[in-house]
């Protein structure tokens, strides 16, 4: 039996993740690598079977062709080659929505896929980074052709040796975050597998678990007590349209709560079940990051002492988190809140995007546009997503003009005056802006609701760029009417 043919989606997403909680605290006590392996993919196999039906085979597809493409070739343009073929498979399956009897919009199917490519890719860069090392040692000559235009904050671990088929399979099937991730890389996965006995015997998982209950309680009530009293379904009646302009622009401000919220249940389940298998557990010493994992390593660094510690070793899960909630809420800007939601993948985006050898060298506006485009399409062809990315790009960088050029150079009330507008429009309207793009969806929705409140964050936005315009213009002539006047 079909389980997305009797569950709601967002009920197999709950499912999967607390049963995942259950399987990992399981497999973590498992200490013969293979085996761990091969239990955490099977189950992967099973949830897809379970969740998807068919749409399963997508999944199949994408990871046997990708494995074959980094297998077969041993060039430096391998995982170039990966990327371009694991986005147009993306873009196909995306495709595949808009014929109703070609996807079941019910599966977890897609979810699955956003995860499954960004996962491709990154082993693929990472093998061949690999390679890469290998030779250099072998022959004793620095190849200059990078894979990657890696900054040294973005350096991370390398492999100790290259995964084999089997091995990039499991790690594509295996069950930890599957549709919902945190994203992480293989050799993230790689030191789960070998985690020593003494090491995952002694990790508090529990002690983890507990430390963020509270907020994830508090993220429960917040998404189910709004969400009845505003649901997002309103915002497409025409009841809504009827209703004053005031309300209609704050009516995204509950939705952004709502939106976060619920996102944030799903993440921090989904955390539970990394910690709780020892996925992304890392010692505190080596200061990991979401998604780089350790950023303090040497090189060839196996991370795990087979011989144990006699000291007390503080371990921590920040390779996995994937939402700062609480920094997020209390950011001061736009900007910054992005800062702390779904970091994992924004390593992922930094790394590959952002810090590529294509965009080496070019203007950073440049390079945040073409994050925010490769994040739209990543997600689908749904108008929402191109509103809610590069919109995101587009408010951030008015943002920063308006602060940098406007309110930087006011004191005492009218300086607060200003902030508290600034934080009102762009952190909280601007915050709800951009899940209310997510929850529209649909260009008719969207356009409707735009037009209703004159485009709401993105005129805010327009007229804080003209303003920012203006005021460097004037500043410049001041300073030019001072160095005039100014005597010898």
Known sequence: MVLHNIL???HAYLIVVFLSIIAGDFTRKLHDPRLKRNLSAAIGFLIAVLFCGWEMSHLMISTCVGTLIIKTLQTGFMPRIVFGFSFLYRLFFCLLTY????????????????????????????????????????NGIPNGNSVLNDPSNHKSLHLLEEPSTSDIVCYMYCFLGLSTGPFFRYRTYHDMLHMPKHVSDSIPVMGMILSRLPIFIVLVMLSTALGDYFPSEYMKSDNFYEDSLIYRFCYVIPIGFVGMSRYGVVWFLSEFSFTAAGLGVYPEAKKSQPGRGPSIFSENDQIWSMKENPKPV??????????????GFTSETYGKTFRYWNCTVQWWLAHYIYASRILSGKHALLKWIAVGVVSAVWHGFRAGYYFAFVGMVYITFAEKLLLSEVTCGLTGFSKNVADVLHYFLFKVIGIGSFMTMFVLSSYEDILRYLTSVYFGIYSIATLSILLAAASSVLSKRKANFVAKVKPE
Do not use: F, P
């Open 314 to 327: 503080k371990y921590d899960c920040e390779a996995i988190t994937n939402i700062y909630i609480v920094e």
């Open 8 to 10: 709601k989606r967002d």
């Open 99 to 138: 014929g109703s009897a070609w996807r079941n919009e019910n599966t977890l199917a897609n979810g699955i896929q956003l995860i499954a490519m960004i996962k491709m890719i990154s082993v693929a860069y990472e093998i061949a980074e690999h390679r890469k090392s290998r030779s250099v040692h072998s």
